[in-house]
């Protein structure tokens, strides 16, 4: 028999330790190993803040087909490569986004990824459906508006409630622009009422009898420049 390490032998006993726990949810493997483990209470906050974004994402289509624009769900995303022509994914662990190669799983640099080609967004697996479904698309939105015969305004339309992205998205974003996939990218987030400056805090907003939910968008090229274009 192996003898384990002493980080590892820690590491184990947390796990099985947290698997007991009635404020952890621990998902198995097939063959009976401890998965992912999930801080229920996280969960929970993880729940609502997707219910707010879902809301905030309507609202914002909502608004765009006000202006008269045209809006439909992205399903669309920008590959990510290595020198190879590897498929590189992003994955959030131990609460930090690394970058692997989608088939063997090593580790490799941000800067060593390559932004190419527009490809169908992955499918997704809902564990409540427990079922694949349609793959989330970057942006969220394609906006279309006709400027005179013949001639339209694509956009590409990210909704973030607090209007940051991403490295990734960043980079993405510079490439749809640079590939002419769209003619702009703009960033949708919650901003102040009207009359009301954006540094204002939320206390002060509510004391004053107002509330934050007016929508701000911001053009990704003003924004951030050719900053972010490794392509």
Known sequence: MKRVKKENKEKIMEMIKKAGSEKYETEWDAEGNIGVQKKKSEMKKGKLSKG???????K??????????????????VGMWDNK?????????DK?????????????????????????????????RKMLIVGTGFPDF????QIHEGTYSVIGVEVKMNGIL????????AWYLKNK???????????????????????????GGKKRGQIEY??????????????
Not at 102 to 117: L, V
Not at 166 to 173: H, L, P, V
Request: charged share 40%; hydrophobic share 30%; proline share 3%.
């Open 142 to 145: 394609i906006s279309i508006k």
């Open 52 to 58: 707010r974004g879902a809301r905030f994402e309507l």
């Open 85 to 93: 022509g590897n498929e590189v994914i992003s994955k959030n662990i």
């Open 96 to 128: 930090k986004v690394r970058y692997l190669l989608a088939k063997t799983k090593k580790e490799i640099k941000f800067e060593d990824i390559i932004f190419d080609k527009c490809v169908i967004a992955k499918r997704k697996y809902n564990p409540f």
């Open 60 to 77: 914002v289509r909502k608004d765009l087909e006000e202006k008269g624009r045209i809006v439909d769900k992205w399903g669309n995303n």
């Open 166 to 173: 991403s490295k990734i998205e960043k980079e993405k974003c």
């Open 181 to 207: 996939i769209f003619s702009q990218i703009w960033i949708a987030k919650k901003g102040a009422p009207k009359g009301v400056p954006p540094s204002t805090k939320k206390k002060d907003l509510s004391e």
């Open 218 to 231: 911001d053009d990704f090229k003003e924004k951030y420049g050719g900053k972010h274009n490794k392509t």
